[in-house]
């Protein structure tokens, strides 16, 4: 059973860092894109970026490019969101998901997302 667990998240000041993990298990990263998405209060669930195995490339949505950076440490089977300089627009509950590569969707990361895993509260105070 494909199992997403994300952990990191907590509350800091505006200008601080976090670095969010995504570790899977039963799921094989060659075939998977990883991506990590949030959730405001109040707003819809938006993709905030996705890491491609294949050409070990990252795609941001505009709002955190420069700021966050998407890795992967393949033989620990974990993603990792590196958040920096964090503003209190970017509080909300993230996400780690898993698309197969043989799908597709006119999204940011351009997959559907299959799997998920349970949410970590990001807080930004100003």
């Known amino acids: 059973e494909v199992q997403l667990q994300a952990s990191g998240g907590g509350m800091v000041q505006t200008g601080g860092s976090l670095r969010l993990s995504c570790t899977a298990s039963?799921?094989?990263?060659?075939?998977?894109?990883i991506g990590w998405f949030r959730q405001a209060p109040g707003k819809e669930r938006e993709e905030v970026a996705c890491f491609n195995s294949g050409d070990r490339s990252g795609t941001y949505v505009d709002s955190v490019k420069g700021r966050f950076t998407i890795s992967e440490d393949y033989t620990k089977k974990t993603v990792y969101l590196q958040m920096d300089s964090l503003k209190p627009e970017d509080t909300g509950v993230y996400y780690c998901?898993?698309?197969?590569?043989?799908?597709?969707?006119?999204?940011?990361?351009?997959?559907?997302?299959?799997?998920w895993g349970q949410g970590t509260l990001v807080t930004v105070s100003s």
């Open positions: 039963d799921l094989d990263f060659d075939e998977y894109e």
């Open positions: 998901a898993a698309a197969p590569y043989e799908t597709s969707s006119d999204t940011l990361c351009g997959y559907e997302f299959d799997y």
